[in-house]
Every structure is written in structure tokens, then in C-alpha cells.
């Protein structure tokens, strides 16, 4: 036995010092063929200095060795060396062996970049050169995947499954299949893809997709039971939370998604998603005080998350706290694109607390966003009647009754003012 192999077994065997020493003993004795095997070893290990330092010396070597340079490139990419992993790549040229391998590895080190295109074209090249490549397959389907583009994702992992391809890289390509149909709102063709993968096959991930899927084709209670399942077994799966409450808020029972959430926050307490959705589920069960509580955690954790200001004000308003619905919304009324409801959720405030400039304007700056809300256009009327603005009023009337033609008060009201000169 090779002194490089008498050393993956001491290091797999969790004996490192033994194994470092081997290590060493393998540089010296062992041949050249034997240690390039060794560090393709090491790196899938992830023992990358390792495995660098093998590569370098059989660089010295070699130094026409494109697989080397190629190799070494990946290492560098995972250690943040992006110039070293380009100097190396751009050794190999394209009437070489080793160009199809260089090509994936500058997809990779491309999109760790985050310059997706050229990443693209780089795989795009190499399925030129090797259409009915497994590995070139694989990596389109992954790399269409993570762009969301689920429609070539799905059309690549098909293509391999064709080929009696389930499983590469450790990857189960039909849960990602299925996945990619879900992406696409193919919600019936995913779980058909999904009831395919055997129950022992089925990691953390997959049964999470799968209840999702359940979720979003209304079968609740399938949801509930595979995603209570992973909960059993994966109690740390933080994800699975808010969708298993989702799916036991829609079955009808608040209380059992409101515990759900909460212990969802007892693993992992800086979760904003967590926090506005106990809030939520709180407010339904009429716990106000709990409610307050969770949206300012919330806020603390993301003071900038609009939803769970918006969910804030709500109470605020819902509870005639205008002045610390106001103090609230201060910080963040001179923002662009604010959500519609805080425009009207100031106007309101301000309207109580009578700064009457500030909530004429800030009714202004809701009325194009309420203009199918009978309930706003309703306040609306009222107010502009009360600051005396003849315009606003006859626009907010007209707009009010065309979702209520029959409300008889304000179309006497919009024929005052339409044939009286006030």
C-alpha cells in the first residue's frame, strides 16, 4: 500500500496528526501518478492546501500539464484567488484535452464573480464541444436553476433523466426536476415528479419542496403531515416553520400555526419572517399585547422591513395610537415608493392629532392607490369636506360612487356640490 494511501485511510479514519505524517512520507516516496490521484482525493475531502501543495510540485514538473493548471484553478477559486485561478486557466487552450474541464471551471470561478453572462457562455461553449457531456448537462441545469430560469433548468435535468440519470453529484435529479416545475408554477406536474422519489430517499430539502408544493396546490392537511415529519426528524430545519404554520393557519387552526412559529423563533430568534408572521397569527387570536411585541422584535432585527412597519401602524391605528403611530412612521415618510398603506395610515394620524397640511398631503399621496377602496374614498370625502377643498372633495365623491352608486347620502352630496358654487 502506497504511503499516499495508508494516509487517506488514517486522515478518513479522523486520525489527522497520523495522517499528516503519512502525508509527508507520501511526497518524498510515492510516484508522480499516484500522488495526482492523491490530491484529486484530498480536495474532495476538502483538504485543499493539501492537495495545492501536490498539484504545485507536479506543476514543477509538468509544466505543460493542462489538467494540473485546471485543477489548481478550482482550488484557488474556493480559497477567493481569483487572479491566480485566471492566470491558470488561461494556460489551457482550446485545442487542448483539458479545455472542456477549463471551460466548467470558469463558469464556476465566473459566477462566483457574479458575472452570470459570461459564466453562460462558458458552459454554452462547452456543450458545443460536447453535447451529450453528463457533467456539461449538469452544470446548465444548475446554473439555470439558481438564475430561476426553471423552464431550461427543467429542459437540461429532463435531458439527463432521459438518459436513466437520477442521482449525479450527490444530487437527486428528479427532486430537482420537480423543484424546477414548481419554480414554474407547475404545481401538479412537480408533485407527480416528487411522489416518484422513494420516502428513503427523501432528504431534509426534498420533503421541505414537497410540502410546499402541497401548500400551494391547497392540500393542507399533506403539507401538515410531511413538513410535521421533517419537523420530527430536522427540528433545526428553520425554513419549515413558516411554511407548516401557513398550511395550519389555511387548515383552520390558528392556534396550532401560532405555536408552530413560536417555537420556529425558539431556534432561530433573528428571523423577521417568523416575527411578522406570530404577530399575524396573534392578531387573529386577539393577543394585541403578544402582537406588539413581535413587530418591534421584528423591527429591531430589520428596521427597514416596510411590512412589518406597516403591520405596526395597522395596530397603532386600530388602537387610536395616533400619536405613536406618527412617531412611528416619521423616519420613514420622506422615503420614495413607500407602501400606499402608510400614506394612508398618516393621513389618518394626522387627521386626529389636526395637522391638517400634513394629512391633506398625505391623503393625496394615497388617493391614487386607493381609488377602488370605498373605505378610504369614504374618510377621504370626509376629510377634504372638513379642510374645505372643493377639488379633492368632488374628486374623491366621484370615485366613491362609482364603486357605491347607491349610497344616496354622498350622491346628494356630489349633486350639492356640483350645482352649488362651495
Known amino acids: 500500500m502506497s504511503y499516499s494511501e495508508q494516509a487517506l485511510q488514517k486522515i478518513e479514519n479522523g486520525d489527522i496528526e497520523a495522517g499528516n ?33 501536490i498539484y504545485e510540485n507536479l506543476l514543477k514538473k509538468y509544466p505543460d500539464e493542462d489538467s494540473l493548471h485546471v485543477n489548481l484553478a478550482d482550488i484557488e477559486i474556493g480559497q477567493g484567488n481569483t487572479d491566480e485561478a485566471l492566470q491558470n486557466l488561461a494556460v489551457v487552450k482550446p485545442n487542448s484535452d483539458a479545455y472542456l474541464q477549463s471551460l466548467l471551471v470558469s463558469a464556476d470561478l465566473y459566477q462566483t464573480e457574479e458575472l452570470y453572462e459570461v459564466s453562460e457562455q462558458k458552459l454554452l461553449e462547452a456543450e458545443r464541444i460536447a453535447p451529450d457531456e453528463q457533467v456539461v448537462l449538469f452544470a446548465l441545469a444548475e446554473f439555470y436553476n439558481m438564475m430561476q430560469n426553471y423552464k431550461k433548468a427543467a429542459s437540461y435535468y429532463l435531458t439527463l433523466i432521459k438518459q ?17 416545475y414548481a419554480g414554474m408554477g407547475k404545481f401538479e406536474t412537480s408533485m407527480a415528479y416528487f411522489e416518484q422519489i422513494k420516502p428513503g430517499n427523501k432528504t431534509p430539502d426534498i420533503l421541505f419542496q414537497q410540502g410546499f408544493v402541497y401548500l400551494q396546490l391547497k392540500n393542507y392537511s399533506s403539507a401538515i403531515d410531511l413538513l410535521t415529519q421533517l419537523r420530527e426528524s430536522n427540528p433545526d430545519y428553520v425554513s419549515l416553520y413558516t411554511i407548516l404554520a401557513t398550511a395550519q393557519e389555511k387548515n383552520g387552526d390558528v392556534q396550532a400555526a401560532y405555536k408552530t412559529v413560536q417555537e420556529g423563533i425558539g431556534f432561530d430568534e433573528f428571523n423577521e419572517d417568523l416575527f411578522s408572521q406570530a404577530a399575524e397569527l396573534a392578531n387573529q387570536l386577539q393577543n394585541y399585547e403578544a402582537v406588539e411585541k413581535y413587530l418591534k422584535t421584528a423591527l429591531k432585527v430589520n428596521p427597514e422591513q416596510m411590512r412589518t412597519v406597516v403591520q405596526l401602524s395597522n395596530l397603532y391605528i386600530q388602537q387610536q395610537r395616533y400619536q405613536e403611530n406618527y412617531d412611528l412612521l416619521q423616519p420613514y415618510i420622506q422615503e420614495n415608493d413607500l407602501d400606499p398603506q402608510i400614506y394612508w395610515n398618516i393621513a389618518v394620524s394626522n387627521e386626529h392629532l389636526e395637522k391638517f397640511l400634513e394629512a391633506k398631503q398625505a391623503y393625496e399621496n394615497a388617493f391614487p392607490f386607493f381609488t377602488n377602496n370605498a373605505d378610504f374614498l369614504h374618510a377621504a370625502v370626509y376629510f377634504f369636506r372638513q379642510v374645505g377643498d372643493r377639488e379633492w372633495i368632488l374628486k374623491s365623491l366621484k370615485a ?15 349633486e350639492d356640490y356640483e350645482t352649488n358654487d362651495f
Open 21 to 53: 505524517r503519512l502525508y509527508a512520507w507520501a511526497l518524498r516516496k510515492d510516484d508522480d501518478d499516484t500522488l495526482n490521484s492523491f490530491a484529486e482525493e484530498l480536495y474532495s475531502l476538502g483538504f485543499d492546501k493539501k492537495a495545492k501543495r
Open 164 to 180: 436513466g440519470i437520477l442521482k449525479l453529484s450527490s444530487v437527486d435529479l428528479v427532486a430537482r426536476l420537480a423543484t424546477a
Open 400 to 414: 366613491y360612487l362609482k364603486l357605491a352608486p347607491d349610497d344616496s347620502e354622498f350622491s346628494l352630496m356630489l
